[in-house]
């Protein structure tokens, strides 16, 4: 039997759905762990299309193709199908040297990860594991999330002029863990603080490399 809700994850993911469909979709992801799997692979792209989007384009420049989003999409689920690896992803989604890459997937973070700090009484919890690359950093997460009903989350880095790059941003369904691996320009010795917020910028968890 076809799952009727097979191809409902992107638009979850991107808040597209009617708060109906919205609010039986959430009711399915319960007793569904492939559509819930699926989420959870689909989950950074609002991080990666934000960062496509920010650089300002001259007034002469076209505007992105309307083609792009279904593309980006389209190489996320075939690098799912391929293998579930940060390698293949990668492969999928980098539209651009400049853009922000934010990968969603199950397991244990890299080793070393360091506990970041609870700023409240917040059912959130994570762990991170930072390393210098050529380009910039690379940061792994794994953020695990008690809660009871499904939460959007941030990952901010914040430098010394106490200045924020989003780094990736998630929804996090109850009861469940996000491995987060995302790659930015932006240098360790740079980056002062990360921080886990919710979208209206309050600060739940963090760390100071």
């Not at 076809?2 to 597209?16: K, N």
């Not at 992105?64 to 293949?88: D, F, M, Q, W, Y």
């Not at 959007?152 to 430098?159: E, R």
Request: glycine share 10%.
């Amino acid at each position: 039997m076809t799952d009727p809700f097979a191809t409902y994850d992107a638009a979850y993911v991107l808040g597209a759905l009617s708060p109906e469909d919205r609010s039986a979709y959430e009711k399915h992801l319960h007793v569904c762990d492939q559509c819930a799997a699926s989420v959870r692979d689909l989950a950074g792209i609002p991080g990666l299309l934000a960062q496509a989007g920010a650089p300002a384009l001259p007034e002469e420049e076209p505007s992105p193709p309307p083609e792009l989003l279904p593309t980006v999409l389209n190489r996320v689920r075939r690098g799912r199908r391929i293998h579930r690896s940060i390698t293949a992803v990668a492969a999928g989604v980098a539209v651009a040297a400049s853009v922000t890459l934010a990968v969603v997937l199950t397991g244990p973070v890299a080793a070393g990860g360091d506990p970041m700090t609870p700023l409240g009484d917040y059912p959130v919890t994570a762990e991170v594991a930072m390393s210098a690359t050529d380009t910039g950093t690379k940061v792994d997460m794994t953020c695990s999330y008690g809660g009871n009903r499904t939460g959007d989350y941030i990952l901010v880095a914040v430098d010394a002029d106490g200045g924020t790059s989003e780094l990736a941003s998630w929804r996090a369904m109850p009861k469940d863990t996000a491995h987060i691996v995302v790659g930015t320009a932006m240098r360790t010795g740079d980056i002062k603080a990360l921080e886990i917020r919710t979208p209206s910028g309050l600060p739940l968890l963090r760390m100071n490399p």
